[in-house]
């Protein structure tokens, strides 16, 4: 928190670390489960538009190789389910030459299907359906480390919707088709549809490709994911130092009511296109005590926030201490995602709208703790603000002890110990 690192939310890279590995969970096929499926595409053969369309799609539906079937876990005992598709299906639009075209089904914790796609996995290893990585759709829905790959996304009928192009781990590109302004239709009905490309989270450009007279994305086929965000709701704790868990599971409860706690479940714990991460880190300066990333653009395609807690300097501060740094970041990050940008103009934003709010959720954490306390650590970090530099003015005793109070927890010397 203290001068805490924000690096702006349009140029930084998301820094991965460890992932969970998860084990494969290979289904073992069931009838049922593959008549279900039958049933629910032939559901959607029958809201094919065209003859042409049609075909095509029976025709796919013969080379689905049902005894390759295979289930990723998706979120909360919701599956994929990845059924290949046979090289020799070719009359397809899309070439399966060196990849391997899957039909990926989304299923609901009660085991119906809601939606499907076509997905096109292509990479430098994988030439067949058989050589994708374990998890990759988890992954890839997870915002998890991927390697060189390029993943994209069509619907039943082979109409591009996405596709995500990784290297070197991160997400180097992502490219979508999106109507513009909102899908209004123009005075015929008919609506505009755009190629919109993102490096690195930012949006390089917008190319007009086509109109659709009609609607463009047959239903059910999953092309809602294009303006929802291809993200899952995920708030992920990497931290492996004890304390520095304890006290984040303790402030991030579900029994914490408090403001910082409900901005952080209200935007990334429920949102699906807005996952935060919160990991230690050892390359922070000693001055340091936090930082925080972000990348994506915020309701647009998909938003990604990393915590980053300076684990050489937290471990000795009190727990009260690192409760205020996480929840000074979540506060950055709340503030990064509904659009305020730069860590100065978020600082003088905390300093004017937050300090309340973080000392009153403070409180809740630690009942004991007195308000005067809670002020301090609620102003850590914010001293370089017009709001702390008129408070000091106007109360400069207030503000001497306020500094006291927060070199003190920092040291160690006062508050409960982290260990
Ligand atoms: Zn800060």
Redesign the pocket.
Same mark, same amino acid.
Do not use: C
């Given at each position: 928190?203290r001068l805490?690192v924000?690096l702006s939310a349009v140029v930084c890279l998301l820094v991965f670390s460890c992932t969970k590995k998860d084990e494969i969970k290979t289904t073992h096929l069931t009838n049922s489960r593959v008549a279900e499926i039958r049933l629910w595409l032939s559901e959607k053969a029958s809201k094919i538009r065209t003859t042409e369309e049609k075909n095509r799609f029976a025709d796919l539906n013969r080379h689905l190789q049902y005894e390759k079937l295979k289930t990723e876990e998706l979120k909360n005992g919701e599956k994929m389910i990845l059924v290949p598709v046979d090289t020799l299906y070719t009359s397809g639009l899309i070439s399966q030459n060196n990849a391997a075209l899957v039909l990926l089904l989304f299923e609901t914790k009660s085991g119906a299907i809601k939606k499907g796609n076509l997905v096109h996995y292509q990479s430098p290893t994988v030439n067949h359906y058989s050589r994708i990585p374990v998890n990759s759709f988890q992954n890839l829905y997870r915002s998890l480390p991927m390697p060189d790959c390029s993943v994209k996304f069509y619907t039943l009928t082979e109409r591009f919707l996405y596709d995500f192009t990784y290297q070197n781990g991160t997400l180097q590109q992502f490219d979508v088709l999106k109507s513009h302004k909102k899908a209004i239709p123009t005075e015929d009905g008919c609506i505009d549809w755009y190629l919109q490309t993102y490096e690195n989270g930012i949006l390089v450009s917008e190319v007009y490709v086509f109109s659709t007279c009609g609607s463009y994305v047959e239903d059910g086929s999953g092309g809602s994911q294009v303006y929802t965000g291809v993200g899952i709701q995920t708030i992920t704790d990497q931290l492996t130092n004890p304390c520095l868990k304890s006290v984040l599971n303790q402030a991030t409860a579900s029994n914490m009511n408090n403001q910082v706690n409900v901005m952080l479940q209200t935007v990334f714990g429920s949102t699906e296109d807005a996952n935060i991460t919160i990991k230690e880190v050892t390359n922070l300066p000693a001055d340091t005590d936090a930082s925080h990333t972000a990348s994506g653009t915020p309701g647009n395609t998909y938003f990604n926030s990393v915590i980053n807690l300076n684990v050489n300097i937290l471990p000795s501060t009190s727990q009260e201490y690192i409760a205020a740094t996480i929840y *000074? =970041?979540i506060v *950055?990050s709340y503030l990064t995602y509904n659009g305020t940008y730069g =860590?100065l103009t978020? *600082?003088q934003a905390m300093a004017e709208s937050y300090v309340d709010h973080m000392a009153s959720s403070l409180m809740q954490l630690f009942p004991n703790m007195e308000l005067y306390t809670a002020t301090a650590l609620a102003w850590q970090?914010l001293q370089g603000t017009t709001a702390w530099n008129n408070f000091a003015a106007a109360h400069p005793a207030d503000a001497a002890l306020y500094n006291s109070i927060n070199t003190a927890h920092r040291a160690g010397s006062t508050g409960t110990d982290c260990n």
């Open positions: 928190m805490s924000l *000074h =970041e *950055h =860590e978020q *600082h970090g």
